[in-house]
C-alpha cells in the first residue's frame, strides 16, 4: 500500500516541523485535570517528544508524552487507550496515567508516571551489550507477565524490545513497565471475541526483533509478542542476535536469518549461549502457535524457571545494575552468586546514576499506525 505524498516530508523539514509545534522549558500546559510545568526534554521521536513536567499544586513530578498535530501518525490515541484499560484492570506492569490534554494547533499530551531507565539503555551500560543469567531470565519472567496481562485486555504490542520495558525503584524493590503502546492493535472485539486476521498488511515493529510473521505480512497476535519476546531474551543472554548485522533496507536477509536460526545448526548457532534445552522448548512452542492460539504462559514461565533451577539461580538474586562492580562475570549461564544480604550496594551512586538514565518511553519510531 503506497502512501500520500503529500503526507511525506524530508527528514529535515520533519524535524523542523516538529520542533516548532513543541513547548520550551518551564511553558505551561493544561490537561483536563491540573495543570503542568514543562521542564527538560527526556527523549525525542519523529512525531514528538518526552518531557520531565512539575504539577501545579502538589510540586509532583511525571512524564508527559507529546504528539505534534497535524501528521498522519495517531500513535498515542492508541497510548491513551491501551493505559486506560490497563489501569481499569489494575495490571501491575503498567505505569499509571495521570492526565491528558491537548494545544489547538501544536500537540497533544498524555501525563504518566514517571519511570526509570529501559532495558536497552541498561543493557549497554554492561560489557559486551548483554546481562548476567541472573538478572536476564528474572527480566525474560517479568516481561512475559506483562505480555500476558496486555493480551489480557485485548491487546497485542507489535513491538516488544527493550526498549520498550523500563525498570522503577518502588517500595524497596524493582519493578518492571512495558511501554510504548503506539503500534498496539486491539486484537479481541468488545465481547471478548477475536477479530479475523487481516488477508494482508504492512510491517509493523522493529526488524531486529519482528516476528516472521510481521516479516511476511501476516497479521499478528499474542504469539507474534512471544517470539519477540524470545529474541529478546535470547540477546540479553548473548548481546547480539544472529541477524543484528542487516540494516534496515536489509529486511529480507534479516528473515532469512531468523528462518535459518529455525534449521538444527542455525538454532544451535542462536542458542550457543543459552539454557539450551528449556530455550530449545520455547522456541519450538512459540513456532507451534497459531493467531487463534491462547499461548499457555505458565509453560513458558516454567520452563524460564526450570532454566534457572538447573543452573543455580536464585529468584531474589540482585539484578545486574545493584552491584557496584558492572563487569560481567564472562560465563553465560553462571551469573552472580552473591547473595544480597552480603553484597553491599551503592544506592545512592546507583540512583543517581539512574536518574541521570531516566525516560519514559524510547521516543524512536519504528513503525507505522495500523
Same mark, same amino acid.
Given at each position: 500500500?503506497?502512501?500520500?505524498?503529500?503526507?511525506?516530508?524530508?527528514?529535515?523539514?520533519?524535524?523542523?516541523?516538529?520542533?516548532?509545534?513543541?513547548?520550551?522549558?518551564?511553558?505551561?500546559?493544561? $490537561?483536563?485535570?491540573?495543570?503542568?510545568?514543562?521542564?527538560?526534554?527526556?527523549?525525542?521521536?519523529?512525531?514528538?517528544?518526552?518531557?520531565? @513536567?512539575?504539577?501545579?499544586?502538589?510540586?509532583?513530578?511525571?512524564?508527559?508524552?507529546?504528539?505534534?498535530?497535524?501528521?498522519?501518525?495517531?500513535?498515542?490515541?492508541?497510548?491513551?487507550?491501551?493505559?486506560?484499560?490497563?489501569?481499569?484492570?489494575?495490571?501491575?506492569?503498567?505505569?499509571?496515567?495521570?492526565?491528558?490534554?491537548?494545544?489547538?494547533?501544536?500537540?497533544?499530551?498524555?501525563?504518566? !508516571?514517571?519511570?526509570?531507565?529501559?532495558?536497552?539503555?541498561?543493557?549497554?551500560?554492561?560489557?559486551?551489550?548483554?546481562?548476567?543469567?541472573?538478572?536476564?531470565?528474572?527480566?525474560?519472567?517479568?516481561?512475559?507477565?506483562?505480555?500476558? %496481562?496486555?493480551?489480557?485486555?485485548?491487546?497485542?504490542? #507489535?513491538? @516488544?524490545?527493550?526498549?520498550?520495558?523500563?525498570?522503577?525503584?518502588?517500595?524497596?524493590?524493582?519493578?518492571?513497565?512495558?511501554?510504548?503502546? $503506539?503500534?498496539? /492493535?486491539?486484537?479481541?472485539?468488545?465481547? $471478548?471475541?477475536?477479530?479475523?486476521?487481516?488477508?494482508? @498488511? *504492512?510491517?509493523?515493529?522493529?526488524?531486529?526483533?519482528?516476528?516472521?510473521?510481521?516479516?511476511?505480512?501476516?497479521? *499478528?497476535?499474542?504469539?507474534?509478542?512471544?517470539?519477540?519476546?524470545?529474541?529478546?531474551?535470547? %540477546?540479553?543472554?548473548?548481546? %547480539?542476535?544472529?541477524?543484528?548485522?542487516?540494516?534496515?533496507?536489509?529486511?529480507?536477509?534479516?528473515?532469512?536469518?531468523?528462518?535459518?536460526? /529455525?534449521?538444527?545448526?542455525?538454532?544451535?548457532?542462536?542458542? *550457543?549461549?543459552?539454557? /539450551?534445552?528449556?530455550?530449545?522448548?520455547?522456541?519450538?512452542?512459540?513456532?507451534?502457535?497459531?493467531?487463534?492460539?491462547?499461548?499457555?504462559?505458565?509453560?513458558? #514461565?516454567?520452563?524460564? !524457571?526450570?532454566?534457572?533451577?538447573?543452573?543455580?539461580?536464585?529468584?531474589?538474586?540482585?539484578?545486574?545494575?545493584?552491584?557496584?562492580? %558492572?563487569?560481567?562475570?564472562?560465563?553465560?549461564?553462571?551469573?552472580?552468586?552473591?547473595?544480597?544480604?552480603?553484597?553491599?550496594?551503592?544506592?545512592? &551512586?546507583?540512583?543517581?546514576?539512574?536518574?541521570?538514565? @531516566?525516560?519514559?518511553?524510547? &521516543?524512536?519510531?519504528?513503525?507505522?499506525?495500523?
Amino acid at each position: 500500500m503506497s502512501r500520500d505524498p503529500s503526507l511525506e516530508r524530508s527528514s529535515s523539514e520533519a524535524s523542523s516541523f516538529v520542533t516548532e509545534k513543541l513547548p520550551h522549558t518551564n511553558n505551561v500546559i493544561r $490537561g483536563q485535570e491540573n495543570v503542568y510545568s514543562v521542564g527538560r526534554k527526556i527523549a525525542s521521536g519523529r512525531y514528538g517528544a518526552v518531557y520531565e @513536567v512539575l504539577r501545579r499544586g502538589d510540586g509532583k513530578h511525571f512524564a508527559a508524552k507529546l504528539e505534534v498535530s497535524d501528521t498522519h501518525f495517531h500513535g498515542l490515541n492508541m497510548d491513551y487507550n491501551v493505559l486506560k484499560e490497563a489501569n481499569k484492570a489494575k495490571l501491575a506492569h503498567f505505569c499509571q496515567l495521570i492526565d491528558r490534554g491537548k494545544i489547538e494547533g501544536h500537540f497533544k499530551f498524555m501525563i504518566m !508516571q514517571m519511570l526509570g531507565p529501559n532495558l536497552d539503555k541498561l543493557r549497554q551500560e554492561f560489557q559486551a551489550n548483554r546481562f548476567s543469567a541472573p538478572t536476564a531470565l528474572r527480566l525474560g519472567l517479568e516481561m512475559l507477565s506483562a505480555l500476558e %496481562e496486555i493480551h489480557s485486555i485485548g491487546f497485542v504490542h #507489535r513491538d @516488544v524490545k527493550p526498549s520498550n520495558f523500563a525498570v522503577n525503584y518502588e517500595m524497596g524493590e524493582w519493578n518492571v513497565y512495558m511501554i510504548d503502546f $503506539g503500534l498496539c /492493535r486491539q486484537y479481541k472485539s468488545k465481547n $471478548g471475541d477475536i477479530k479475523p486476521a487481516r488477508d494482508q @498488511v *504492512q510491517f509493523r515493529g522493529t526488524q531486529r526483533y519482528a516476528s516472521l510473521n510481521a516479516h511476511n505480512g501476516i497479521e *499478528q497476535s499474542p504469539r507474534d509478542d512471544l517470539e519477540s519476546w524470545f529474541y529478546v531474551l535470547v %540477546e540479553f543472554l548473548t548481546g %547480539e542476535l544472529p541477524w543484528s548485522i542487516y540494516k534496515k533496507r536489509e529486511r529480507e536477509m534479516a528473515k532469512k536469518a531468523k528462518e535459518l536460526a /529455525r534449521t538444527s545448526e542455525g538454532t544451535a548457532e542462536l542458542l *550457543q549461549y543459552c539454557p /539450551r534445552t528449556e530455550f530449545r522448548r520455547i522456541m519450538k512452542y512459540i513456532d507451534g502457535l497459531g493467531y487463534l492460539s491462547h499461548p499457555d504462559y505458565t509453560f513458558l #514461565r516454567d520452563l524460564i !524457571q526450570l532454566a534457572m533451577k538447573n543452573n543455580d539461580i536464585k529468584a531474589d538474586q540482585l539484578f545486574d545494575w545493584e552491584y557496584e562492580s %558492572e563487569e560481567s562475570d564472562g560465563e553465560a549461564i553462571e551469573g552472580s552468586s552473591k547473595n544480597p544480604e552480603d553484597t553491599t550496594v551503592a544506592m545512592n &551512586g546507583l540512583c543517581d546514576k539512574l536518574d541521570r538514565m @531516566v525516560q519514559t518511553v524510547n &521516543g524512536k519510531d519504528n513503525g507505522n499506525p495500523a
